[in-house]
Every structure is written in C-alpha cells, then in structure tokens.
C-alpha cells in the first residue's frame, strides 16, 4: 500500500507540474483540469499536509486567480497557509510562495496595505540569515515593493525600489537577461506615470534590444513596444510611434498563429 501511495504521490506531483507549464503557456482551463486532478490524488492517499500538497494548493490559487475565480484561489492560499503555519513549515519555499501568490491577489483587488504587509513578510525571510540572502530573490521583492507602491500612487518610493530592484539584477544577471528586461520596463511604466518620458524611452529600448537579441517576441516584447509608442505620442514623435504600434499588431498576429498552430 505504501509503495502505491508514493507512486500516486509522484504522480500528484507531476500533474502539479504539468498544471504550471499549462499556466505558464496560458492555457488555464487545461492547467485547471490538471490541478484538481492533483489534488484529487493528494485528498485519496491523505497527503493533505506536506510541502508537495501545499504546492498543488498553490498552483491551484494561480491557476484559480487566472480565470477570476476569486473565492476558489482564497480556499485554496487559506488551506496552504493553514498547513505551512500549523505544521511549522512557515521558512518553506512553498509557504513563501503562498504569501507572494496572495500578495499579487490583494494587489489585484486593491487591497494594497495588504499586499505591502505581505510582501514585507517574505522580505524580511529572505533578508533573515537563517534563509541565506538570495540577491535574486531580494530584488523580486523589491520590485514586487515598487507594483504595490505605484498602484498606491507613490511614485516617488516607488521608483526607488525599481531601480534598487533593476541593480540587483544588472549586477547578477547577464545583461541580455529576461529578468532584467522586465526590471527595464517596470522603471519606463513607472517612469511615464512620473512624465519622464526620455528617460522611460531609454529604458524601453533596452528592452526592445534584449528581447531582439535573444529572438524573444512574447508580451513582454509587445508590451515594450506598446509602451514605446505610448512615449514617442508623448514626445510628439508620430512617426516612431505607428512603426511601434505596427509591430505590435504583427507580434500579436504572429503570436496567435503559433498559438493555434501548435
């Protein structure tokens, strides 16, 4: 018996996987079937307390978050938050990607003070020398941070955990790396709400260039470039800012053929 329960184990473990490459892709419906068939195998062999389950549970709040079915991925960070403070899991990996899983839901439903508080929460974990200081992870935090504070209107903290965020990055990564191209255009986002259109346009471009470098055309890309000829329409720039938005279209296009392609 035990032999069959650690084999559903494995199991349930790699429909959890296969759920987030799912999510990852887009394709949430499947990721949805395949997370509840996970958790499905965790509630019949009783593993409902372990790290693997809390993983599931989390990919489930994702995945739930996703299709806007907010009371179902509350469920789902209640159990794992449950599990994680009840059976002293609370430095695991999993509980800390159940306080950011709930910090971006908070965010999302306005709940900023929430999702500040949160956010903090594994900061200070990650900042704690029981942990080990991670500079990666520190710098998501960071710009984690900077999102919350720009949704409160606080540009001015904001952009300084951007560009705390954006070093980090730039002093750990390679510099053609997609992290750091998301640290660019978080800094150009909020640096268009501030009206420092140059300097956003700065930030834009290097983007653009990575993504190119590394023959990369996602959202990411087209929504570089959308941001793009939102500044060169700000700088009078009319010409730069339709090639923009003429790429974006054929990105798009180009996406949506793959898409039904594969």
Same mark, same amino acid.
């Given at each position: 018996?035990?032999?069959?329960?650690?084999?559903?184990?494995?199991?349930?473990?790699? *429909?959890?996987?296969?759920?987030?490459?799912?999510?990852?892709?887009?394709?949430?419906?499947?990721?949805?079937?395949?997370?509840?068939?996970? *958790?499905?195998?965790?509630?019949?062999?009783?593993?409902?307390?372990?790290?693997?389950?809390?993983?599931?549970?989390?990919?489930?709040?994702?995945?739930?978050?996703?299709?806007?079915?907010?009371?179902?991925?509350?469920?789902? *960070?209640?159990?794992?938050?449950?599990?994680?403070?009840?059976?002293?899991?609370?430095?695991?990996?999993?509980?800390?990607?159940?306080?950011?899983?709930?910090?971006?839901?908070?965010?999302?439903?306005?709940?900023?003070?929430?999702?500040?508080?949160?956010? *903090?929460?594994?900061?200070?974990?990650?900042?704690?020398?029981?942990?080990?200081?991670?500079?990666?992870?520190?710098?998501?935090?960071?710009?984690?941070?900077?999102?919350?504070?720009?949704?409160?209107?606080?540009?001015?903290?904001?952009?300084?955990?951007?560009?705390?965020?954006?070093?980090?990055?730039?002093?750990?990564?390679?510099?053609?790396?997609?992290?750091?191209?998301?640290?660019?255009?978080?800094?150009?986002?909020?640096?268009?709400?501030?009206?420092?259109?140059?300097?956003?346009?700065?930030?834009?471009?290097?983007?653009?260039?990575?993504?190119?470098?590394?023959?990369?055309?996602?959202?990411?890309?087209?929504?570089?470039?959308?941001?793009?000829?939102?500044?060169?329409?700000?700088?009078?720039?009319?010409?730069?800012?339709?090639?923009?938005?003429?790429?974006?279209?054929?990105?798009?296009?180009?996406?949506?053929?793959?898409?039904?392609?594969?």
């Amino acid at each position: 018996i035990q032999k069959k329960n650690n084999n559903k184990e494995n199991l349930a473990t790699g *429909l959890d996987d296969l759920a987030r490459f799912y999510e990852e892709s887009g394709e949430h419906s499947t990721a949805r079937d395949i997370i509840e068939n996970s *958790l499905s195998i965790f509630h019949e062999i009783g593993d409902t307390i372990s790290s693997n389950y809390m993983s599931a549970l989390n990919t489930s709040a994702n995945i739930y978050s996703s299709l806007l079915l907010w009371n179902k991925a509350s469920v789902s *960070l209640g159990k794992s938050l449950e599990i994680g403070e009840s059976y002293d899991l609370e430095g695991s990996s999993e509980y800390l990607r159940t306080l950011n899983i709930a910090m971006v839901i908070a965010n999302i439903a306005g709940q900023n003070d929430i999702a500040k508080n949160l956010n *903090l929460r594994v900061l200070k974990h990650h900042l704690s020398k029981e942990s080990g200081v991670d500079s990666l992870l520190i710098a998501t935090d960071l710009q984690n941070m900077g999102s919350i504070l720009t949704d409160q209107g606080k540009y001015d903290e904001a952009i300084g955990y951007q560009y705390k965020a954006m070093q980090i990055r730039y002093n750990h990564l390679p510099h053609n790396h997609p992290e750091l191209a998301h640290s660019y255009n978080a800094c150009a986002h909020l640096l268009c709400k501030m009206g420092e259109y140059e300097t956003a346009l700065q930030y834009e471009n290097l983007v653009v260039d990575i993504m190119k470098q590394l023959g990369i055309h996602n959202k990411l890309y087209s929504l570089s470039l959308r941001n793009r000829a939102e500044i060169y329409l700000n700088l009078n720039d009319h010409e730069n800012a339709m090639k923009d938005i003429i790429e974006v279209i054929s990105n798009y296009n180009a996406m949506i053929r793959n898409e039904f392609s594969s």
